[in-house]
């Protein structure tokens, strides 16, 4: 019988601190340093994306929408000149980020070179919300569209601000 009792007090005694109750105001303090615990080391993918096929005819601008230092609106593209190329059938869409903490209401891309809109169609994106980023359509060279460069204007109307914002970048249409 006492050789019973023994480890019965043992397994009370180890057992002993599980019964406390936690301080009144302990909110769980260890939740933030233990919540993904089992996750550790683990790959970040995302699992919407599905196999990635690729694609060298699409081409891309990536607009931005942001503030400068002094807190006004600005544009900028990149790259600055971007060119495509016919014998390769390549196509143009845009990516537009709105950086700021208002929406943008408007984006337009509009060709208004002397040679003409050297694409297919035009482009619409639209309003964006800020920190989105929103994708054109995509559009391939029309043809006969001669070699060289083609001003394109970018024109962005922020909720909040009257005047709309403009840069005028270039695509370069080569062989």
């Known amino acids: 019988m006492k050789r019973f009792l023994l480890p019965l007090l043992v397994l009370c005694a180890a057992l002993a ?16 340093a233990n919540q993904n615990a089992g996750n550790t080391n683990q ?6 994306a599905g196999t990635a096929t690729r694609d060298p005819k699409n081409k891309a601008v990536m607009i931005t929408v942001s503030t400068d230092a002094a807190g006004n609106t600005q544009i900028a593209v990149a790259p600055n000149k971007i060119v495509l190329s ?14 700021l903490d208002a929406d943008v ?11 003409g809109d050297p694409m297919e169609g ?10 989105i980023d929103m994708r054109s359509n995509s559009q391939g060279i ?21 005047t709309p914002v403009v840069l005028d970048p270039d695509v370069e249409i080569a062989t």
């Open 122 to 131: 035009s482009y619409t994106i639209g309003g964006v919300l800020s920190g």
């Open 43 to 48: 790959p970040l993918s995302n699992v919407n």
């Open 86 to 99: 016919k014998s390769k059938g390549q196509r143009l869409r845009f990516v537009v980020f709105n950086n």
């Open 17 to 32: 601190p599980a019964c406390q109750s936690p301080a009144a105001n302990d909110n769980n303090a260890n939740r933030g």
């Open 142 to 162: 029309k043809a006969g569209t001669a070699n060289g460069t083609y001003k394109y204007t970018v024109t962005v109307t922020v909720d909040g601000v009257g």
């Open 105 to 115: 209401k408007d984006v337009k891309i509009e060709f208004k070179s002397a040679g």
